[in-house]
């Protein structure tokens, strides 16, 4: 997500066939034969042309790499692709499952003290309800916490 219109973020397609293809280091014929056998899948405009983002650059340039430094197949080089694909997705799972966890924590926490009190509360024979409710006081303007007793006397 961008902050300003102005801003892109890498996978924004905004790059045509013919400058992706100069930016990649490649032929435009080629960028349209990695489209179909599914190695780069380009975004497309409303004309159906090909709008090609930064992450679908740095895929060419991986493709490239792959080919000409690694010895790769086209075929092995879709499924080391397709295997990245997988193991960025599933680290943005794991990233949103760790924060769950976390916040559940703070939860479970928050539940265990909340029991306490209540089992303090319990065992001191006092009323649950006035020692729990936190009431805002108009003359501090600040939370308080409700006297075991109720409401004491306005003072003025």
Sequence with gaps: MTSSPYEMSDDMPVYVISVAAQLAGMHPQTLRAYDRIGLVSPGRSAGRGRRYSMRDILALREVQRLS?????????????????????????????????????????????????????????????????????????????????????????
């Design 68 to 156: 000409q430094e690694e010895g790769v197949n086209l075929s092995g080089i879709k499924l080391i692709l397709d295997q990245l694909r997988e193991l960025e997705q599933a680290r943005r799972l794991i990233a949103e499952l760790h924060a769950e966890v976390t916040q559940l924590r703070v939860e479970l926490e928050s539940t265990r003290a909340v029991a306490a009190r209540l089992a303090e509360l319990r065992r001191s024979g006092g009323d649950p309800r006035a020692a729990l409710v936190p009431i805002r006081d108009a003359r501090l303007g600040t939370l308080g916490i409700r006297p075991q007793g109720g409401e004491q006397g306005n003072n003025g």
